[in-house]
């Protein structure tokens, strides 16, 4: 049996709007298995975007524990939350949010460069990654000479240099064509089956979330279906 990768605890987020408590996630106790691929869905409004970065680190929940290989990293300082992020989580979030003055290869090792880690160690991992993703032939393009698609692909291999333990993935299809979105889903899930990478991706297309291995339902902050 696969190992828990990251569990949540009663974990509960409260946001103060106009003098109002607005409660956006309520009591959520949840598991990841390593190696596993997971779709959450939900339309807009459920939480499942702020779900997905208090699962990230990028937001504190109000309350609850967060664990990583069992391990509090609720409680982790902002400068080792940092170091997690960089090091055991990847994201794709729905904007590629590439840097347009680089080019695709030197986008995908900006974590590298970030964590002040030598490019030369990498730039052959960069590369095996962006010919994984279909883009070998764009590695020296930058962001205004690519397609969205394209993009996209850049922004997965992006997530992947460090060879984190797990993908969180935010509506990562959710400005592209049909073809196009097809590609990304294709593309993680064969790196979950090939790769192993854990893989936990929230979406509004119940086509999207009905193409992983394990779907859960999330309503008004809380998972109803598991």
Known sequence: MSKTLLEC????????????????LRGINFSVAEREALAILGTSGAGKSTFLHVLGTLESPSSGQLLFEG???SKFTAQKLAAFRNESLGFVFQFHYLLQEFTALENVLMPVLISGKAREQYEKQA???LEEVGLSHRVRHRPSELSGGEQQRVAVARALIMRPKLLLADEPT???????????RDILLSLNRDRGVTILLVTHDKELA????????????????Q
């Open 127 to 129: 590369r095996e990654l």
């Open 71 to 73: 391990k509090d990293i």
């Open 174 to 184: 959710g400005n592209l064509d049909s073809e196009n979105a097809a590609k990304i």
């Open 9 to 24: 605890r009663e974990v509960e987020k409260v946001f103060l709007k106009d003098g109002r408590r607005v409660e956006v």
């Open 210 to 225: 009905q193409s992983f291995p394990r779907q859960l339902t999330m309503r008004d902050g809380r998972i109803v279906m």
